[in-house]
């Protein structure tokens, strides 16, 4: 049966982001809390919450039941129109959103949800460029893979890439992009980014992930985020905080940008806004962008926005976080996750950094310490060379514990519900995971 399943899978149903050969999905039959389990009856603690997206562990009851009580009230009705569940979750939004950020559009992906701001901060600006930084990630289509830092947007370039993006450095004190450490950089990556701005015409806005998911882990010391807020707010540039990922409790607040009392003039967001059981971006505006679309066209739209059954899970999420205390726990939680791993560093000398802030986590894999030398580079993974990480990931699934494992760094990012006993099991089997890279060190 379970033959089956994965081979109409793969024969019939496209893999995304791989080469098709040699694709060999696990059939997941079942999930529960921190746990998802296969075919064959083995149980995998999540540590990465799928994709850094169920937020308040698999199949959270309030938020099922909410889906389906909408699915028998009204699952669909056209976006010209309204419903109760479109009202009241923007309501509801109201609550947790940074101060100021009151009007909203509802999409059905983070990519939608910056593909939409991208055109409302043209719109709005009549300016064109968008400036993204080089490690990030905004997504898949069109205008957000273009502003992808990372190796997802060559795959595009340069034929179909559309014109208007320009990529600055990103903030990453592991590793500068311009060779300083903080603080006596003064935060210049945020200053070239004013540099950057003064020198191109027409820049629209700015993108930037508060703190960068996928890439890395890559938290910002405390002056970036403000610094980067007044440059654009002086310039005339709006800023957009891509909260994709960051969003929703997993660093210990709401929104990253929480932790530096930066409101953003758009925040996108998606993943976590639904605990990943509905298909939902959410793309939260200022008053004076929502006042702007007053009397100018607002030029955008889907079939399936404000959908009901995406808007379902909402405010049966929120009530959850807000229920199990999930963004006081991150916080607490995430204390014990980086206390366990700095002690693998201490153990394992493939490590070169460990970070995170809430539960949100990466473990940098290196070939040496002292030069930081990564075991793959992007330029492995974009051309199918096989990745120490993707060695360690596939050791630690041996051992019942998935995670995702990126170009040279694993990301530990478990649902908000874990426990310590779970913490445990988990960091013990990446321990012994972490011996195959230990293996492959030169020396
Ligand atoms: N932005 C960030 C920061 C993300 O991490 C992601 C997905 O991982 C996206 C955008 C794209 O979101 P989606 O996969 O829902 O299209």
């Not at 309204?82 to 009151?102: F, I």
């Not at 069109?142 to 990529?167: C, H, L, M, N, Q």
């Not at 938290?219 to 960051?246: C, Q």
């Not at 006042?291 to 955008?300: Q, T």
């Amino acid at each position: 049966m379970s033959d089956d399943i994965v081979e109409l899978t793969t024969k019939h149903t496209y893999g995304t982001w791989r080469a098709q050969r040699g694709w060999k999905p696990i059939h997941v039959t079942r999930a529960e809390g921190c746990a998802f389990w296969d075919a064959s009856g083995k149980r995998y603690l999540d540590l990465s919450s799928q994709l850094i997206c169920s937020n308040l562990g698999h199949q959270n009851e309030a938020v099922i039941e909410a889906i389906c009580a909408q699915a028998r009230q009204l699952a669909y009705i056209s976006p010209a129109h309204t419903c109760e569940v479109r009202a009241r979750v923007a309501q509801k939004l109201l609550e947790v959103m940074p101060k100021g950020l009151d009007k909203f559009f509802f999409a059905t992906s983070g990519t939608e949800a910056n593909e939409a701001a991208f055109k409302m901060a043209r719109l709005y600006t009549g300016k064109h460029k968008i400036i993204a930084r080089y490690t990030s990630y905004h997504g898949s289509t069109a205008g957000s893979v273009a502003a992808t830092g990372d190796f997802r947007r060559w795959f595009i370039e340069p034929a179909g890439k559309i014109p208007g993006v320009v990529f600055g450095p990103e903030v990453n004190c592991y590793r500068c992009p311009l060779g300083r450490s903080h603080p006596e950089c003064g935060v210049a990556c945020a200053d070239y980014l004013a540099y950057m701005i003064d020198h191109e015409e027409n820049v629209a806005a700015v993108i930037v992930e508060p703190v960068v998911g996928t890439n890395g882990v890559l938290i910002p010391p405390a002056d970036y985020l403000p610094k980067i807020a007044e440059v654009a707010r002086k310039r005339g540039v709006l800023l957009i905080a891509d909260e994709v990922m960051s969003g929703w409790g997993r660093t210990g607040k709401w929104f990253a940008v929480d932790h530096w009392g930066v409101v953003p003039d758009i925040l996108t967001t998606a993943k976590g806004v639904t605990n990943a059981a509905a298909p939902l971006g959410v793309v939260a505006t200022s008053r004076a962008i929502a006042d702007y679309f007053d009397d100018n066209m607002f030029a955008h739209g889907h079939t399936y926005e404000a959908h009901p059954l995406t808007l379902a899970p909402v405010i049966a999420a929120i009530d959850e976080y807000r229920r199990l205390d999930l963004l006081d726990r991150a916080t607490k939680m995430g204390d014990v996750v980086g206390a366990k791993l700095r002690a693998l560093k201490e153990k394992h000398p493939s490590i070169g950094d460990v970070r995170g802030i809430g539960l949100f986590w990466a473990v940098e894999l290196v070939k040496d310490r002292a030069t930081k030398e990564p075991f793959n580079v992007p330029q492995d993974k974009a051309a199918r060379r096989p990745l120490v990480v993707d060695a360690v990931v596939a050791e630690a699934a041996k051992r019942g514990v998935s995670l995702m494992g990126w170009v040279s760094h694993l990301l530990v990012a478990p649902p908000l519900i874990i426990s310590e006993a779970e913490i445990d099991e988990g960091i013990a089997a990446l321990d012994a995971a972490l011996d195959v890279a230990d293996q492959r060190l030169s020396g």
